[in-house]
């Protein structure tokens, strides 16, 4: 019969508490789902899908005993299980072949962790991509102002502006309950930041240090602390520049 083929109540009976063993997941938010396999050699196909994120599933398919092939022809030992599954460690989507309930088993629970990684980095990753949008947007805004270098005189101007944004964005690192070495970590990181600007003033010509600032400008912006003080940062430092020549 071709139920005989399918995994056993008992093994799915230990699936279900391996999914139900992190406090980040319950086993109800996934589904399982336990299938007679594709061909003679696959005894039986597992299928476990997160509910609420369809990037997220964990496929195994049972080898039999004896040595056999897989769909696709390739030689499977005995007693195999060949699993996919996304996300994987580096990739959306990886494989694997364990031997074994525990070397499936174990599989699963860092499938498991891969996925918690996956939503706690999403977030992150979609505020970090709308960043880059907006800082492409503000580059592209940039290409306005003239490709020439700075004078001596408007370098010096632009150091000045530099240096009080610097000394205001400091103000907040210190009113900040830090202790004393996170607060000297802080200041330095963004001292280098400052300083990085600075030289890029006598290197880049205007469009291109506009740009470079940019970038800087929608990071420290992202800090709700610094938003008071770099309410419209992209016009604040456009008011650096000198105007273009008539």
């Given at each position: ?79 195999s299980i060949q699993c996919s599954f996304s ?76 240096n009080e944004l610097e000394e205001q964005l400091k103000s ?75």
């Amino acid at each position: 019969m071709e139920n005989l083929r399918m995994l056993r109540q008992y093994f799915l009976q230990k699936l279900d508490s391996r999914l139900n063993s992190t406090s980040f997941f319950e086993a109800e938010d996934f589904t399982v789902k336990n299938e007679v396999g594709s061909s003679t050699n696959v005894l039986s196909k597992l299928t476990i899908q997160y509910r609420f994120d369809k990037r997220f599933s964990f496929v195994a398919n049972v080898f039999s005993t004896k040595r056999g092939s897989d769909d696709y022809g390739s030689v499977m030992p005995a007693n195999s299980i060949q699993c996919s599954f996304s996300p994987g460690p580096m990739t959306n989507q990886d494989a694997a072949s364990v031997t074994g309930e525990d070397g499936l088993l174990s599989l699963v629970g860092e499938w498991m962790t891969l996925c918690q990684q996956e939503l706690a980095a999403t977030p992150i990753a979609r505020q970090v991509a709308a960043q880059r949008e907006q800082i492409e947007q503000l580059i592209e805004e940039a290409a306005e102002v003239p490709n020439t270098y700075f004078t001596k005189e408007e370098a010096a101007e632009v150091f000045l502006k530099l240096n009080e944004l610097e000394e205001q964005l400091k103000s907040v690192i210190t009113a900040r309950d830090l202790d004393r070495a996170a607060m000297q970590k802080e200041t330095d990181a963004l001292h280098r930041e400052f300083e990085a600007l600075r030289t890029q003033v006598n290197a880049l010509t205007k469009r291109n240090w506009l740009g470079a600032a940019l970038v800087r400008m929608t990071k420290w912006a992202a800090e709700p602390e610094n938003a008071k003080i770099l309410k419209g940062g992209a016009d604040i430092v456009k008011g650096w520049l000198p105007p273009p020549s008539p």
